[in-house]
């Protein structure tokens, strides 16, 4: 059985960054393998982690539904054409492999490319004892149940005022739409100074988290990530990777 992550708040508060970290630790301690599922139509996570994707579920979708319309799909029903192509999107690398939404191309919306992610998870997620997902701003495809249930549930927001509300927004949304997740996590990400607003404090406690994590602002992972270089660099005793680390191990990973 398949234990799942998913990491969602506003954009810009370092979503991608943090399934990245999350995803090299997971390894780094032996949970592995790991699928990494980037449902932002904005993909960046393989960058992060070091691969590169060369067709999306949206690139696929398109692909599937030319060659059906085509007719050049003799024998072969449309369904298992379009899972042919998911199989084809998968980037494998050692110890994980990642799958990309990405964007729609052609006509269609959001809708169709989360129930064929909805249903590449389905096919191929009970094969991976750990799954990472990471999600665009929101929780649009938590909320269109590309996944039945969540283990973790990780809120991430920046150590502003307005940024915790967000938090504090999305964990009543979640509440809403019926979400499903085992433990709750608030990670309060960039924090330019080492004591946490009590307002992180009293924020966790109003959104019912079992785990708040901050995690300082640092130069080094800002460099990698806007250079676009893999995270996996970083040292086992830099100060964010420890954060992370001890943090898993209080979760049970």
Do not use: W
């Amino acid at each position: 059985m398949s234990r799942f992550i998913a990491i969602t708040g506003k954009g810009g508060v370092g979503k991608t960054t943090l399934a990245a970290l999350l995803i090299t630790r997971l390894i780094r301690r032996g949970c592995k393998p790991v699928l990494a599922v980037d449902a932002d139509p904005n993909a960046c996570l393989d960058a992060a982690l070091g691969v590169q994707v060369r067709k999306s579920l949206g690139t696929v979708r398109e692909e599937a539904r030319e060659i059906a319309g085509k007719g050049m799909a003799t024998g072969i029903a449309k369904q298992q054409l379009l899972e042919m192509k998911i199989a084809e999107s998968l980037v494998e690398a050692t110890d994980f492999d990642l799958i990309s939404m990405g964007r729609p191309e052609g006509p269609g919306c959001y809708c169709y490319a989360n129930n064929v992610l909805k249903n590449a998870l389905a096919q191929i997620a009970d094969t991976y004892p750990y799954v990472v997902l990471d999600n665009e701003a929101g929780l649009e495809n938590l909320s269109r149940r590309i996944v039945q249930s969540v283990d973790l549930l990780i809120l991430v927001a920046d150590p502003s005022q307005r940024g915790l509300e967000t938090v504090q927004r999305l964990s009543c949304l979640a509440a809403e739409m019926g979400i499903v997740y085992d433990q709750c996590a608030l990670v309060v990400n960039r924090m330019r100074h080492e004591e946490l607003p009590e307002r992180g404090r009293q924020m966790a406690a109003s959104v019912a988290a079992d785990y708040l994590v901050a995690l300082p602002d640092d130069e080094q992972i800002a460099s990698l990530s806007e250079n676009g270089q893999p995270l996996h660099t970083l040292s086992d005793d830099h100060a964010v990777v420890q954060k992370i680390d001890l943090f898993l191990s209080d979760a049970g990973y």
